[in-house]
């Protein structure tokens, strides 16, 4: 009886595309390893070479996502990402909705250049600081005054008599015979702004990423897939993505923001008496005081990254000519640019007396350059780079190829044509809800990795523009807003204790309902204008793999 060869590569590649998949959702080993599953299967199961399954895991969009990388661990190192922050915030107001809005921004701008995990924990500490001066007793000055600490151990409630529920119920604490008095409602109000203050770090930190096209890995992941299933000019490079996801990621954290402002009405306590802006606007200033003129560590750093952002802007900015064209020989995409500065990093000493410029000081990390040391070390990368997001990728990177060479893609894609009585934007919506499950359940990479290879064959089949349909899911992988578990900056902020599960359920579903309807808004016109969504262009023609198929049938037999 004839076997059909074919049959039996895009079976075997199935069942290592499900173990992945099963694996990757309930984190049987950690993603890391299991991303390396194809080195060992595909090889084994005849679907590729091991020499070509391993240069899948070191794409351009790994290189480029790796520089990314470098770049945000030199600004956290020298600490320039705190003095941002803290400029950010003495331009904002200090009343409580301008507060969040404040840290809303300087979340959202540092996600996008920096790993989110690490803009939250940055203004975890600030956060707490501001809530404790908007809410310091008034009798504070007194009690120092006379020699005592306030003793927060040590409390006991009085006015049991009054009628439950009541506003002003009081807390007395005592130190050294001074008793300060708290009412509830600065309790209760206290900790709904600490919750919703949390909340919106959470949000924007997860908003900010989606900006740029190293700012989280799911928008790597399209790259790489895009840039391996796909021939020609896609039109996606980083100024492109920009121009789409910008307004997408500003107008999903303003909506974000009055979200939480009416929830903050709605829950607030009647009779609130906070009123602490000119403190708050205080300690934000003395906190940057103490950071000091900037250093030239810092400022070599800032140049370099606004350097890198301007060669990823003008490489191909299409309006005028970019400076790759001045190379018509080669194609240079962005991880050329990226790994130039990064060299560029290693090379710059990181300490220059200069007018202006004071030596490094206790504002950097414990790993402050001395003299004769470069803006960045390398046993300083070695220890926060996040070496799993790159075989994660690599992971994803290899089982498009596996898909695509065994002929499963293909057969994805027939079995995808029924969706053609959908319309378009239909699909999209689609598209979004299950992307936007699936992320509050696995990793977002992972939801990227799993869903693209398979949108990119129902493009095909239903004769859709593939952008149209993978843009909207990419984004969407980092709209996790609903558990602790989604994403790292939603359980840190858990994390606080400041909330539990059920407090960030009902938000985080209506901030998933907002961000869906921006995004498909937003991919139905600046994105149709920026990268002509109307049609299907030539380039996203199924490239011709039986002969590639074919040869590896036969090493099989």
């Known amino acids: ?168 119920k009081l807390l007395v604490r005592m130190n050294s015979g001074v008793a300060s008095v708290v ?63 910008v307004p997408t990621m500003l107008l999903s954290c303003l909506a974000a923001w009055m979200l939480l402002q009416v929830l903050y009405a709605w829950y607030r306590p009647k009779n609130s008496r906070m009123d602490r802006s000119a403190l708050v606007k205080q300690l934000i200033s003395s906190k940057y005081a103490e950071m000091g003129p900037m250093t030239f560590h810092e400022a070599g750093v800032f140049v370099l990254f606004v350097f890198l952002v301007i060669l990823w802007l003008l490489r191909e900015p299409q309006f005028i000519t970019g400076w790759a064209d001045f190379f018509p020989d080669v194609k240079i995409k962005d991880a050329t640019a990226a790994i130039f500065v990064v060299i560029l990093l290693f090379v710059v000493p990181a300490e220059f007396h200069f007018p202006g410029m004071r030596e490094s000081g206790p504002q950097c990390t414990n790993n402050s350059p001395k003299a004769g040391k470069a803006l960045l070390e390398w046993n300083v990368v070695q220890q926060r780079l996040p070496w799993g997001i790159l075989l994660l990728l690599g992971g994803g990177f290899a089982l498009a190829e596996g898909s695509k060479v065994s002929g499963l893609s293909e057969w994805a894609g027939l079995q995808l044509t029924s969706f053609e009585v959908l319309p378009p934007v239909a699909i999209v919506f689609v598209v979004c809800l299950i992307a936007s499950v699936l992320t509050e359940v696995a990793s977002n990479t992972a939801t990227a990795t799993i869903l693209l290879p398979i949108l990119a064959n129902l493009a095909q089949a239903v004769k859709v523009h593939p952008l149209y349909l993978m843009f909207p899911a990419t984004v969407t992988c980092s709209f996790a807003f609903m558990l602790p578990i989604a994403t790292p900056p939603n359980a840190i902020v858990f994390s606080s204790g400041c909330m539990e599960t059920k407090e960030m359920v009902f938000p985080g579903l209506l901030m998933k309902v907002a961000t869906m309807a921006i995004t498909m808004l937003t991919i139905s016109t600046i994105g149709t204008y920026v990268f002509d969504l109307n049609t299907f262009p030539d380039w996203a023609l199924s490239p011709n793999v039986t002969s590639v198929v074919l040869s590896n049938a036969t090493n099989l037999v």
């Open 1 to 168: 009886m004839a076997v059909d060869l074919k049959n039996i590569l895009e079976a075997r590649c199935g069942f290592v595309v499900l173990l992945m998949v099963i694996y990757w959702m309930i984190e049987a080993m950690p993603l890391a390893v299991t991303s390396l599953i194809p080195v060992a299967l595909f090889p084994l199961l005849g679907i590729m070479s091991t020499e070509q399954v391993s240069v899948t895991y070191l794409k351009e969009a790994n290189m480029m996502f790796f520089g990314g990388l470098v770049i945000a661990i030199a600004v956290e190192h020298c600490n320039l990402h705190k003095r941002i922050a803290l400029k950010v915030m003495m331009v904002c107001g200090t009343t409580p909705k301008w507060l969040m809005f404040g840290f809303m921004l300087t979340s959202m701008f540092m996600s996008m250049w920096i790993n989110n995990t690490a803009a939250t924990a940055m203004m975890m500490p600030i956060i707490e600081a501001v809530l404790d001066e908007l809410f310091r007793n008034d009798l504070s000055s007194v009690e120092e005054g006379q020699g005592g600490i306030l003793n927060r151990g040590l409390e006991m409630k009085v006015g049991d008599d009054k009628p439950k529920g009541e506003a002003h």
């Open 183 to 245: 009412t509830h409602t600065d309790v209760e109000e206290r900790r709904l702004l600490r919750r919703l203050l949390m909340l919106s770090l959470a949000y924007s930190s997860n908003i900010g990423g989606t900006g740029t096209l190293t700012g989280t890995a799911p928008n790597l992941v399209l790259k790489g897939i895009v840039d391996q299933l796909y021939t020609g000019n896609t039109g996606l490079h980083f100024a492109s993505w920009m121009v789409f996801a």
